[in-house]
């Protein structure tokens, strides 16, 4: 069976970073993209940043030029750094990955979660 384990979330006054990093365990075959998604309460999960397998990014205008995603194929570790931390980027944060099970089998895999609070 294929998780994802994050680590990395926490508390942080505005204007500090943090670092979230998600590493896949189990058996497969390789990984097609990955990418960070936050949610509040009361709203539903956005978008944060996401990676190809190429590594082609793509980040949520509110965070550009602030977090930074990167991967790594070797170790299926994808990580997003997070600099100049705003209240606003207060959320639990979920990496997902698109992952190959088989050669010809793919599978969407969500990690547990984490708090990133940011205090004003």
């Known amino acids: 069976q294929v998780q994802l384990v994050e680590s990395g979330g926490g508390l942080v006054q505005a204007g500090g970073s943090l670092r979230l990093s998600c590493v896949a365990s189990g058996s497969f075959f390789g990984l097609n993209d990955m990418g960070w998604y936050r949610q509040t309460p009361g709203k539903e999960r956005e978008v944060v940043a996401l990676?190809?397998?190429?590594?082609?990014?793509v980040y949520l205008e509110s965070v550009k030029g602030r977090f930074t995603i990167s991967r790594d194929n070797a170790t299926g570790t994808m990580s997003l750094q997070m600099d100049s931390l705003k209240p606003e980027d207060t959320a639990v944060y979920y990496c997902y990955a698109d992952v190959l099970l088989t050669f010809s089998t793919r599978s969407i895999i969500w990690g547990q979660g984490t708090q990133v609070t940011v205090s004003s």
């Open positions: 990676i190809s397998s190429a590594d082609g990014t």
